[in-house]
């Protein structure tokens, strides 16, 4: 007689190396990595969800509510790879709740695929090299611009003085922007602040005073991006909430944008509420008659009616225009000539 044995699946539990907590199963509890160390646990890291959100918000606690380096020191105890353009897409589309978990969503592109830190560190290391070679390429240059040819360079010094020159006839630059910069920064700072007058309107003082630090952080951020991240970040930052303060920021733009999609009703009722059109001078009231023509055709039928109403009244003022009233000589002329008539004939 055949005996039937009980076979019990063992269930594996997958513990977190941090709280201890341990899961039935990976997915969602755990991040996948394409890190070598996380091999055995199927690229798994063995730090849960909640651990690494937990830890990411403190660290930025601690360095000033900088997300750059909170994303980068996880990316390092991860071995992760770290990109800036990820951390930017995430603070444009404020997605900062479970940020962590948010960032691995898009590290996981095609683009990013199959990278780890090491991957981070070699780029980082190639940027530092990029520009100690080119600093030391046109170290006694006074523009350092990314070129071999001279006269190209030479054209550019050109066109720049021509800039600084065209730029220097409406406003004094060193004035306006401080005497700290070069030429070639002046030129570049008055380029961003003009292309800023161009998309938003500056309309007053405070504004003007938004977009000219809009300008400057911006550059200094691009001075520090290949010799100090962290000062880098920190400008990049600054620059985001200086965004905020003008209103500019992409996400800020929502709202605006969906206001060109309402009904022209909704519109017109809003603009109406909020910045009504006010009246229009006496010559430009009525410039194609149309109102005239309704005053003459509801002023005849009230008239016709016996309605009195604002019509009627419109429609005898206008009427009256156009009507010929009798003389008091030629009344008094009419009635003689009456009598005469009746004396002779008698009364009709």
Not at 138 to 163: G, M, P
Not at 188 to 199: A, D, G, I, R, V
Not at 210 to 221: D, G, I, N
Not at 278 to 286: G, V, Y
Request: net charge negative; with cysteine.
């Amino acid at each position: 007689m055949a005996t039937k044995t009980n076979l019990k699946k063992k269930v594996v539990m997958h513990k977190c190396s941090c709280c201890g907590t341990e899961y039935i199963t990976q997915k969602g509890n755990f991040l996948i990595g394409d890190s070598l160390l996380y091999k055995q646990e199927d690229s798994y890291i063995p730090i849960c969800v909640v651990c690494i959100n937990k830890y990411f918000n403190d660290i930025l606690k601690k360095n000033n509510n900088s997300y750059h380096v909170a994303f980068k020191t996880i990316c390092a105890l991860t071995n992760m790879y770290y990109n800036n353009n990820i951390v930017n897409t995430l603070l444009e589309s404020d997605k900062m709740s479970n940020t962590f978990t948010n960032y691995v969503k898009l590290s996981n592109l095609s683009q990013y695929k199959g990278k780890t830190f090491n991957d981070t560190v070699v780029e980082d290391n190639q940027l530092f090299l990029d520009y100690i070679e080119l600093q030391n390429k046109f170290e006694n240059s006074q523009f350092k611009e990314f070129t071999k040819d001279e006269d190209d360079k030479a054209k550019l010094l050109k066109s720049i003085d021509q800039l600084y020159d065209e730029f220097s006839k409406g406003k004094n630059l060193e004035l306006f922007w401080g005497f700290d910069y070069t030429k070639e920064e002046h030129v570049l700072l008055e380029t961003n602040f003009q292309e800023y007058l161009s998309e938003y309107d500056i309309k007053n003082k405070v504004e003007e005073e938004l977009f000219k630090s809009l300008c400057q952080t911006k550059l200094e951020a691009d001075k520090a991006r290949l010799v100090d991240i962290g000062k880098y970040e920190k400008l990049t930052g600054l620059w985001q909430k200086t965004l905020e303060s003008a209103n500019i920021k992409p996400s800020q733009q929502k709202s605006d944008e969906m206001s060109d999609k309402q009904v022209l009703g909704v519109l017109i009722k809003k603009w109406e509420n909020t910045r009504p059109i006010s009246e229009p001078q006496k010559r430009w009231a009525d410039v194609d008659g149309l109102w005239k023509m309704v005053v003459l055709f509801i002023g005849s039928l009230s008239k016709m009616v016996g309605l009195d109403n604002k019509y009627s009244e419109e429609y005898e003022q206008e009427i009256g225009k156009y009507t010929v009233q009798q003389s008091e000589y030629n009344s008094a002329n009419t009635t003689q000539e009456k009598e005469n008539i009746e004396e002779m004939f008698g009364e009709f």
